[in-house]
């Protein structure tokens, strides 16, 4: 297996760029278009997103959002999440009803009174062994540096995040929900659809190199795609560490690094899991996610352009 460097996402800054959706309010809102499959098709554009959480979107970014068209928002984070961060802001959605939906632990969707209009599912994804929201939460409360280092220091933090990517292939219900999103992107009337965790780089990440593996991209460049998240995140993560320090949370912020960063390791030890449980990725999309041909035919028709657009 090709593990790609963390120098691949600096190289690729420029296309990043081109990549945005342009929120202000949602620095790693990316388009997955662009894509070139094995058998020379290419993804189309505007049509599967990933982003970090909308709940930060401003006065500003909300008609920018609006002109995207999105059909579908698959909210990933975990009820806690979202209780501290705030509920998604979705243009053409009561704030109510959002609330309603987004303060559940168990999935639940809300659509628009206009048929034409956004549907936002909240599928919260988390382990209670991985969970990084307790595990940052726990590091700040107590600003103690020894206990702070006993938690996160000489690899730990590291070693939870690969738990966590682990436990996204060996979880049946983290499974069940993953399969969800490319449920809906495979949907005749699915697409556009954007889908979302906190920051856009565990969850999301994943759900992004499931669905550009199924198309057939090649392995290369779902590595790239998912680093890209350390060009486009480089500044809010430097100011979080920096503030973590001035404001005395933390006398070793860096020891939070390896929970704020995509790292090739992570996203590896995904695919080891794959390849450990099923005898193939085709084997994994059947058996693991419960996903059949229908539904790659339907990601291949709504997603991808004829070859060489």
Not at 120 to 132: G, S
Not at 201 to 221: F, I, N, P, Q, S
Request: glycine residues 10%.
């Amino acid at each position: 297996m090709t593990e790609q460097p963390e120098e691949s996402a600096t190289a690729a800054a420029e296309e990043l760029a081109a990549r945005s959706l342009g929120l202000a309010g949602a620095v790693n809102a990316r388009d997955l278009g662009g894509y070139r499959t094995a058998d020379g098709r290419v993804l189309r554009t505007g049509v599967a997103l990933r982003s970090d959480g909308l709940n930060r979107l401003t006065e500003q970014d909300l008609p920018v959002f609006a002109e995207l068209g999105v059909r579908h928002v698959v909210d990933l984070r975990s009820l806690d999440e979202v209780r501290e961060a705030g509920a998604d802001q979705v243009p053409g959605l009561p704030v109510a009803d959002i609330s309603a939906v987004e303060l559940s632990a168990e999935p639940l969707s809300v659509s628009a009174a206009d048929p034409d209009g956004i549907t936002l599912h909240h599928l919260p994804i988390f382990a209670a062994d991985f969970d990084i929201y307790v595990a940052l939460r726990d590091a700040l409360a107590d600003r103690d540096p020894v206990k702070q280092h006993a938690l996160l220091g000489d690899g730990r933090a590291a070693q939870i995040m690969v738990g966590l990517y682990r436990w996204f292939v060996t979880d049946p219900v983290a499974r069940q929900r993953f399969a969800a999103v490319l449920r809906l992107l495979a949907g005749p009337d699915g697409p556009p659809v954007l889908f979302h965790c906190t920051a856009g780089k565990d969850r999301t990440g994943w759900t992004a190199a499931l669905l550009l593996t199924a198309l057939g991209v090649d392995r290369e460049t779902v590595y790239e795609d998912y680093l890209l998240t350390n060009v486009r995140s480089a500044a809010i993560v430097e100011h979080i560490v920096d503030s973590f320090g001035t404001r005395g949370l933390m006398a070793d912020p860096s020891l939070l690094l390896p929970m704020f960063r995509a790292d090739g390791d992570y996203l590896a030890a995904a695919f080891e899991e794959v390849e450990s449980g099923w005898a193939s990725f085709a084997e994994f999309w059947q058996q693991g996610l419960g996903l059949d041909e229908a539904v790659l035919a339907g990601l291949r028709k709504n997603l991808l352009g004829d070859e060489g657009n």
